[in-house]
């Protein structure tokens, strides 16, 4: 049957999925830590991100310093927390760890995004009345929004993808069916665990895309038709010996 024939098997046997350590209790603690870890660097990215595009001042700074958790690998930042107190704290270390490695996307995009608004959409927003917060709402936030959704999207599966690590140091999540199968020399088993978090990120990617059609605040564009024009004796507009044209709302009756 191939590799890909047992991982298929492996996946399809009830007794993988079962108990504290079978697929869906792995599954539950995956989609937990993701979850956690992308919230809290949306609570902390995406506001700084709004204020500092908002008044244009701090960005690169900002940038640059959250870039930091790009350059340093995750698992080196899970092996040093792991040395410290926060190693007896459950899924903490790898939270903070998830974190720094999603702020950078989110952060950068949703920046790009607030500061590639026209500043000539900006300034007739301003010349209209508009308060800095009307500003933020209605004018610079749904210009932005795209960048911010690519951003959200990217940081989402690069958690989803980096999460399985916490297995390296004990905790769980998907990765412990990699590692497990690793530890035993089990391929198929190594396949399915890799199958199972790929598959996870394509269906959090097809729930955020989705999200982001039904959120999206941009108007949608709708064709508008000009009034036609009629003669007064009902013939088309310009017509050879129709008269004068007007349009049908004007058409008044003589006596």
């Not at 993701?34 to 204020?51: H, K, N």
């Not at 998830?98 to 995009?109: D, G, I, M, S």
Request: aromatic share 6%; hydrophobic share 55%.
């Amino acid at each position: 049957m191939g590799v890909l024939g047992d991982a298929w098997t492996w996946l399809i046997t009830g007794s993988n999925w079962s108990g504290d350590g079978g697929a869906l209790a792995r599954l539950g603690e995956h989609v937990y830590v993701s979850g956690v870890a992308l919230a809290l660097a949306c609570a902390i990215a995406l506001p700084t991100a709004f204020y500092l595009g908002h008044i244009g001042k701090g960005g690169a700074l900002a940038i640059n310093i959250s870039n930091i958790g790009r350059a340093v690998p995750v698992f080196a930042v899970l092996a040093l927390f792991m040395l410290s107190p926060l190693r007896n704290a459950g899924y903490v270390p790898t939270i903070v760890a998830l974190v720094l490695f999603a702020v950078p996307p989110l952060l950068t995009n949703a920046y790009v995004g607030m500061r590639e608004v026209d500043r000539a959409v900006l300034e007739a927003a301003r010349g209209m009345g508009m308060s800095g917060r009307q500003l933020f709402v209605r004018v610079e936030l749904p210009l932005a929004y795209p960048m911010v959704m690519t951003g959200l999207r990217s940081a989402s599966v690069q958690v989803i993808a980096t999460a399985t690590i916490a297995a390296m140091v004990g905790q769980g999540g998907l990765g412990r069916i990699i590692t497990a199968g690793f530890n035993t020399y089990d391929t198929p088993q190594v396949v399915a665990g890799a199958l199972l978090v790929a598959l996870l990120a394509l269906v959090v990617e097809g729930v955020l895309v989705a999200l982001d059609r039904v959120l999206d605040p941009s108007p949608s564009v709708t064709a508008v038709r000009a009034p036609v024009p009629v003669a007064r004796d009902g013939g088309a507009a310009g017509a050879q010996g129709g008269g004068d044209a007007l349009p049908r709302d004007r058409v008044t009756k003589t006596v």
